[in-house]
């Protein structure tokens, strides 16, 4: 028998009175009771918005920073059915550079593969570590494909010979439109261990390889991507507030960026809401997303102002600072509960940026209101990440740093702290390193399995019907002490090996 509105009232707090205390609560500080169970964990729909009018499958988006966001990361994450924003501290023909190798492709993957002419004699290491390169007429992508080198075949020769000496003729060129599954299957069925991408209007993308399928074949079977409506992966990418930042625009949506972020630390200034109405006016067909925000206050500017989508976190991130450096900030927790409690009286969905370690916390972020998280620390380290990976006292390791360490600021992420004309930089984050953590394409689905069997214990099908928990004052929630919070965790033991999947 189910139990009185009464009973419930004594179990548990429900979102209203828990969040309205003045307490600034983050993901670890609550925890949800459990609902009924009444379905298989598998029946669960994340499927969900990355804001107004850009559906996704899965709801898993990659921040915009350029240890996290390139073309590589994008694709994954898109054949994934999530996006990732590309990053804007690069200059904007390079970004929208990026934008367009993402979305050139239907594959899972950017690879690296490097470029030569007919005449030009490469050494091993201008092969990058890539077991092949494209020769094309002019060593670009835009001319006329003549060969393919092998890197082995370069590795033979005493001293450095043209390519064309020892290059192999191209082989049936297979169509940068082809999903993962066609791709295969055109490999195979020509007897191929390789085959240039070539996209509809002739330029030489990328090249797939046996050992491509092979690789993507080990990993869990990808599921729906996210699609725009012109049938190509959806990628976001974000620009400043700052006057050149409208070029960058202009760039951006003609590479066919499906939703641009603005990024800043702060969002509530005069600055990003002249650059969103600015930007709604002139590309109304592209969803802005606006933030970060924190705040009821801060929301309701944004989104009078034109947003499609909210970006919620302040000084929550692994490598951020700004909480400690400039004493303005919320826990995690309450900031999206309440950003959130608005923003869906006006149709506008919200990113959860930052303070993701673990499923539990998407978990929490999307019961709490969102319709998607945003990861920076939790997808950095991955194969897909940018940079290269190196040893650290004996761990894998990769570069992962803030958009406000002194390091990135000097590439031009300072305006982003709005300290772009500023004579002094002070940081609002660090630079460190994450531990290999192996494909995207392997983790984020045993991720979303567990996140799915979270909702199942919560007794929501859906994150509408978590949402309407929530809102109902269905989902009941506790305050976790610091005994609580380790003996929820692992303790107890003298030594032990984690692992999620």
Known sequence: MAASRADLADDGFAAPRLFSQGVSYTYDDVIFLPGYIGFPADAVDLSTRLSRRVPLSIPCVASPMDTVSEATMAA??????????????????????????????????VSSVPFFSPSSAPTLNDFAGNEYALVTQHGDSLSTLVGVAVAADAASREVPVSVYEYMRPAPRLASASFDFEKAAAFLADEGLDYAPLVSDDGEVVDLITAKDVERIRSYPKLGKPSLGADGKFVVAASIGTREDDKGRLEQLVKAGANAIVIDSSQGNSIYQLDMIKFAKKMYPEVDLIGGNVVTIAQAQNLIQAGADGLRVGMGSGSICTTQEVCAVGRGQATAVYKVSSYAKDHNVPVIADGG??????????????????MMGSFLAGSHEAPGTYEYKDGRRVKKYRGMGSLEAMTKGSDARYLGDTLKLKVAQGVVGAVADKGSVLRFIPYTMQAVKQGF????????QSAHDLLRSETLRLEVRTGAAQVEGGIHGLVSYEKKAF
């Open 76 to 109: 994954a994450m898109a054949s994934l059915g999530a996006a990732a924003v590309v990053h804007c501290n690069t200059e904007p023909h390079a970004q929208a550079a990026i934008v367009r190798a993402a979305k050139s492709r239907r594959l899972p993957f």
């Open 456 to 463: 199942q214990d919560l007794g929501a099908d859906s994150l």
């Open 356 to 373: 993701i370690s673990n499923s539990g916390h998407i978990v929490k972020a999307l019961s709490l209101g969102a319709s998607t998280v």
